[in-house]
């Protein structure tokens, strides 16, 4: 029998799904729950129990871990006669892996304390490929002993793992990572179609550009999708579209000029509304391409 804490996972996505497999390859038992009946399929052919509700998965787990899209989806899943906090036996850690705004963390802490479940917002940065990897980088907030304890679970699914200060602080920190994001991709996507428009070897010029200061983890993961004109969804434009409006928000808040940022986001929100919401946040190189009179 596993001395490792039992497992709750709640959201099994793009990312969710290869985060909680990582877990049962590291020997944790994990017991998931989604709305999709494939994606607990999925869980069950890797080793783990499906779950029909909110409340059978966190039925004697020692740790909830939950990977939703947004505020509202983490909210719905807490809150409520069939949440978490309704169902979670006292002593509980959930750790709330999703990125969504720090007041959603802070508040979540809050309601939590009461019943003596405690807390951490861990949001992730890497992508599929991290997820798939167990290469994530980790951005924690909340108490540190209970960081020490989440610290294992942590290392089976990435590398980089590091607490970032109290509740929502990981949030925060996951905010300004997906605005370095955006701003790298617009700008790689700039480059792209400025090198293809000048007729060089885009190839050779991507591979000088990576090794030199221009180079970064974006154009390395980005890098197939750019030469291969393909976006099939790491992390969509929808999801980096939340994002930047939750930085935006934060960021007018504390009254931080973002005047790169800003038009990042307008460019990202441009591309949604042009249809392209369902792709990789990569395909921000399409709106480039429209604007530059490029066909796609």
Sequence with gaps: MSALPRVAWIGLGIMGAPMAENLLKAGYSVTGHTLEAHKLDRLAASGGTAAASVREAVRGADVVVTMLPDSPDVE???????????????????????????RTSVALAAAAAPRRIRVLDAPVSGGEAGAVEGSLSIMVGGGEDDFDEARPLFAALGTTIVRCG????????????????????????EAVVFLRKAGVDLDAALDVLGGGLAGSAVLARKRDNFLGHA????FRIDLHHKDMGIVTTAARALGAALPVGGLVAQLIAAARAQGDGHLDHSALLRGVERLSGVAS
Excluded: C, R, W, Y
Aim: glycine share 10%; no cysteine.
């Design 231 to 234: 976006f099939p969804p790491g």
């Design 166 to 189: 109290p509740h929502g602080a990981g949030q925060t920190v996951k905010a300004a990572n997906q605005l370095i994001v955006a701003v790298h991709l617009q700008a790689a996507a």
């Design 76 to 102: 719905a899943v807490a809150h409520g006669e069939d949440g978490i906090l309704a169902h979670a036996a006292p002593g509980t850690l959930l750790v709330d892996m999703s990125s969504v705004d720090p």
